[in-house]
């Protein structure tokens, strides 16, 4: 696995999604697992798509969400992003999320 570093602060976040041009999103809740709730994600490429006059945001399960929304969910969930640390000349879209230590 490449070096990776842990992300709590919300301008990091949006620093590094941006780099990748990433927005805000949720996956939809995994299918037959009770009480499953939506998974805060990240939408990149054409999943970063809204077209609000077509109102096709759910693009593959994915569902664009503003930042205010996506940190209200990262804080209640006590959450960290975990990413690869950056490398000249790369842009590696690797993340996950995880309970803050």
């Given amino acids: 696995m490449a070096d990776t570093k842990l992300l709590t602060d919300h301008n990091h976040i949006r620093d590094w999604a941006a780099a990748r041009a990433g927005q805000p999103a949720l996956n939809d809740p995994t299918p037959g ?17 809204q077209d609000t006059d077509e109102g096709a ?13 996506w940190f209200r ?6 959450l960290a ?15 996950e999320l995880v309970r803050r230590p």
């Fill in 33 to 49: 697992m009770p009480e499953s709730e939506p998974v805060l994600s990240f939408a990149f490429g054409q999943h970063a798509y």
């Fill in 57 to 69: 945001d759910r693009l593959g399960g994915v569902q664009p969400i503003e930042w205010d929304e």
């Fill in 73 to 78: 969910i990262f804080e209640e969930r006590r």
């Fill in 81 to 95: 992003l975990v990413v690869s640390r950056d490398v000249p000349g790369q842009r590696d879209e690797f993340h």
